[in-house]
């Protein structure tokens, strides 16, 4: 027997429909290039992006066109997140950050029919175009009238939106329609896309504004860092609106000095961003103190924040951390590590350790560690296996792809290429990637543990590990730190400064002191640079 209840399609104009009806007031900031504010509320996204819809409709864009966007963190790139979808098509950010050859390869594996090119980065785009031909209209953002470009069929982004309807009927009418495309960061192989459907996006809010996830509200004012090209801004443009909360968008200009300032001139509740992120703003409100006491959750994910400091923000500064988890291939928010009543009772480092960790999988989603041959493995807080997960927001095939068992399992999980420890209440702890661990003499060494340790270091401010061929073990983990100015240690010291921590074959045998350590365009350690540095004796 089933149920008798609607089916209701979960689709995402519902979101921007009820922001509209609920918080028409509520506001959404956009800071811009020259410092000013741009400042408008949920009733303008509404009735722009329902004119965007529209437009694109007129265009000729039909139901599954994919449509890519190339811009910063703004309000016209929250128009397109509603607008593109509401016009029965997909919206793909494409990353910035990425090279021009990566990003042909992506707009053209995508098949793009129109891209959104913001001008502030309209060149590096026009090398992308020389490459992705198939693009056939391209549409200015933020550009003026006699902008010059070599990009045809060139339209500017108001004139569009001027000529749009605001009473266009939303042609998302199938929660199973694709609604959004990401590729991954990528460090091995070739981008692959993840498509996202309304359902699944519409229950990742959802899920995301739980208690135990973000748990949003209509009191929060909202910074979202992380850039709309990662991972859909790990779903921030559509749990603001659907919870009614204020939104302020950075724009292009990430530095630690001016995120510092608009959370603290901007009153924000809750800002999310990598650790790389938040290690800038730390070292800014050290040297240069603000009252940033308005901030309820600092959310940081996608990469290990080391637990150094999360103690760094939350005894210096006052600021409540939530260490969150997730991936692309889960639209992205798995988890999130918030501290619950049993915990109230343990000391203050104690609880240090629960936050630094990535925490309880959000209601709707499931999480298992496995062993080689996949057998699930116990929740005992010293096991280590291959995380799997499972949901109505993670991922079961990649766009254009055959599922394979390297990414999918028989019985319908998702592998996800990283390595856990999960407690019995339940709390994860990623302790590496599968392609990133170190197998030493038949051990395996976690190279975040290890970087979590050395980042302790009072002397160091980064640090990476890899793991090097060795005749005699296999494979050893070699550290590569980036020290402060000041700093005096030695390797000897190093080793001496870990000995109490780790057993002695889990230490590096060499330490290589550094100025910087690449980044991935998502702002990660890229610890594939680093191997082939080491490969060709740069390191
Ligand atoms: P992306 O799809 O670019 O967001 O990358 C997803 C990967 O980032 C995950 O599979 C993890 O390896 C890593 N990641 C994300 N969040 C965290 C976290 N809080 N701690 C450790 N690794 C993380």
């Known amino acids: 027997m089933f149920g008798l209840m609607m089916d209701y399609p979960l689709t995402l104009d519902r979101i921007v429909e009820r922001a509209n009806r609920l918080f028409p007031h509520k506001r959404v900031r956009t800071r811009q290039l020259d410092g000013s504010l741009h400042d408008y509320t949920y009733a303008d996204l509404y009735r722009r992006s329902r004119k965007l819809a529209s437009a694109l409709a007129r265009l000729g864009i039909e139901s599954g066109d994919r449509i890519g966007t190339f811009a910063w963190n703004h309000y016209q790139h929250l128009e397109m997140y509603f607008g593109i979808p509401g016009a029965g098509a997909v919206c793909h950010p494409l990353n910035v950050r990425l090279f021009p050859g990566q990003l042909a390869y992506i707009v053209n594996h995508a098949e793009d029919r129109l891209v959104f090119v913001d ?61 959004g495309l990401c590729y991954t960061s990528g460090t091995t192989g070739d981008p692959k896309g993840a498509l996202y459907s309304h359902r699944s996006m519409f229950l990742h809010t959802l899920g995301e504004n739980q208690a135990m996830g973000l748990g949003l509200t209509e009191t929060d004012i909202v910074l979202p860092v992380v850039p709309q090209f990662h991972a859909m801004a790990w779903g921030l443009p559509y ?6 909360a204020d939104m302020v968008m950075p724009g292009p200009d990430l530095s630690p000095a001016v995120l510092a300032e608009l959370i603290e001139t901007q009153q924000v509740t809750v800002a999310a961003g990598v650790p790389s992120i938040w290690n800038g703003v730390y070292h800014d409100l050290k040297s240069t103190p603000r009252d940033i006491s308005c901030v309820r959750a600092l959310v940081v994910g996608g990469s290990a924040m080391p637990r150094s400091l999360i103690a760094g923000y939350e005894r210096d500064l006052g600021v409540n951390v939530l260490h969150a988890w997730g991936m692309t291939e889960l639209s992205p928010l798995g988890s999130v590590s918030k501290l619950q009543r049993h915990h109230l009772a343990l000391t203050e480092d104690e609880q ?27 929740w005992d807080g010293t096991t280590m296996g291959e995380l799997q997960a499972r949901g109505p927001w993670v991922i079961r095939s990649y766009f254009k792809r055959e599922p394979t068992p390297e990414h999918f399992t028989e019985d319908g999980w998702f592998r996800t290429g990283d390595v856990a420890v999960m407690t019995p209440d339940g709390y994860m702890t990623i302790t590496d990637r599968t392609k990133d661990l170190v197998k030493s003499g038949g051990e395996w060494i976690s190279t975040v543990a290890l970087e979590n340790a050395l980042m302790a270091h009072d002397q160091i401010l980064e640090a990476a590990v890899i793991a090097v061929p ?9 550290a590569v730190v980036v020290p402060t100015p000041e700093c005096n240690v030695t390797g000897d010291g190093l080793r001496e400064f870990l000995a109490s921590r780790f057993a002695k074959f889990e230490i590096p045998d060499r330490f290589v002191l550094v100025d910087e350590l690449p980044k991935t365009s998502v702002g990660k350690f890229d610890k594939k640079l680093l191997r082939s540095a080491y490969a060709n004796g740069t390191l």
């Open 119 to 179: 001008a502030s980065v309209l060149p590096l785009y026009e090398k992308v175009a020389r490459e992705a031909g198939g693009v056939e209209h391209h549409v200015l953002v933020n550009a003026p009238e006699d902008i010059q470009t070599d990009l045809p069929n060139v339209r500017h982004y108001e004139e569009l939106i001027d000529e749009g309807d605001e009473e266009f009927e939303w042609r998302c009418t199938d929660e199973a329609m694709a609604m």
């Open 352 to 378: 240090l350790d629960v936050k630094a960790r990535q925490g309880t999988p959000l209601g709707g989603v499931e999480l298992r560690i496995v062993d080689d041959e996949g057998v699930p493995l116990p």
């Open 239 to 244: 749990a603001c609106p659907l919870a009614g």
């Open 470 to 478: 060795d005749e005699k073990w296999s494979e050893r983990p070699l």
